[in-house]
């Protein structure tokens, strides 16, 4: 770019550029309903990452520690018969 030489924009034309930028309201509100997804989104994608990470931190112990009720080791099989 040489002195005094405008800065002219490769983008737009510059006959087409409107006077005002402004956004209607129904933009704003796509606009703010998809930053809220990405939001929940990233909730998801953090909470399924500790999952993998960690599996047995967000599961009940009463569910894996108490064993199977009446049965003994090696009975399991029967039972499902």
């Known amino acids: 770019m ?6 002219t924009s490769t983008l737009l034309p510059s006959g087409s ?3 005002d930028f402004s956004i209607t309201l129904e933009q704003k509100t ?3 309903f998809v930053i ?7 909730i998801l994608i953090v909470r399924c990452f500790r999952i993998l990470l960690d599996p047995y931190r ?3 112990t009463s569910t894996w520690a108490d064993g199977l009720d009446g049965l003994e ?4 099989d029967y039972a499902l018969a």
């Open 73 to 76: 080791k090696g009975q399991f």
């Open 2 to 7: 040489m002195e005094g030489e405008p800065f």
């Open 30 to 32: 796509t606009f703010v």
């Open 36 to 42: 809220l997804l990405f939001i929940f989104l990233g």
């Open 17 to 19: 550029v409107p006077p």
């Open 58 to 60: 967000s599961m009940p």
